[in-house]
């Protein structure tokens, strides 16, 4: 009974009022600072896979892993809201931004490959004009023998057709009358 006496003073001096047992308490609300979430940016699936360059023009290939996707940007350029603004050969990296975000991505260990200069291409409305193909005339009797060999083929086909139909036609007509019987 001592304590119950000890906590009823010592909550009038603290001017508090006894609250019930079965009350809720309020609780404090606490202030937690939830972890920063960062989502993943599309450049974190994104693989260097080929360099082109044709004169002063270098194009980088770019690969996105979870789309399965690749795009090609011009280096100092940007294309599909990729862009490549830096290519560092000693350690092996180029920049890569998007949206605002640049990543270096590492450039992969492959083989470079120096392709040979293409031959010019030929202008198709050149002087010299291609040679014609010649065109095979028959004479008439020529014509005439195809076209009895035609109508020959065409006949044998029919008489064929024909003699299916009245063998169709007998056999019909052999069931029909088995069945009579």
């Not at 001096?13 to 006894?18: G, L, N, P, S, Y």
């Not at 939830?34 to 690969?63: C, H, N, W």
């Not at 690749?70 to 490549?84: E, I, K, N």
Request: glycine content about 4%; hydrophobic content about 40%; overall charge negative.
């Amino acid at each position: 009974m001592s304590s119950f006496l000890f906590l009823a003073a010592t909550q009038l001096v603290w001017a508090q009022e006894i609250r019930s047992p079965f009350e809720r308490a309020e609780a404090i609300p606490v202030e937690k600072s939830a972890p920063e979430k960062v989502a993943p940016s599309r450049l974190d699936q994104m693989e260097f896979t080929g360099l082109m360059a044709i004169g002063a023009e270098v194009t980088i290939s770019l690969y996105d892993s979870k789309t399965k996707e690749s795009v090609w940007v011009p280096l100092d350029g940007s294309q599909d809201g990729f862009a490549v603004s830096g290519w560092d050969e000693a350690d092996g990296t180029i920049s890569v931004s998007l949206n605002g975000i640049t990543k270096q991505i590492a450039i992969n260990e492959n083989e470079i490959i120096t392709l040979k200069q293409a031959a010019p291409v030929q202008n198709v409305a050149s002087d010299t004009a291609a040679p014609e193909k010649p065109v095979r005339v028959k004479d008439p009797e020529t014509l005439k023998k195809e076209e009895e060999a035609r109508q020959f083929v065409s006949n044998i086909l029919a008489n064929g057709m024909k003699q299916r139909e009245e063998f169709r036609r007998s056999r019909e007509a052999r069931l029909s009358g088995s069945r009579r019987d």
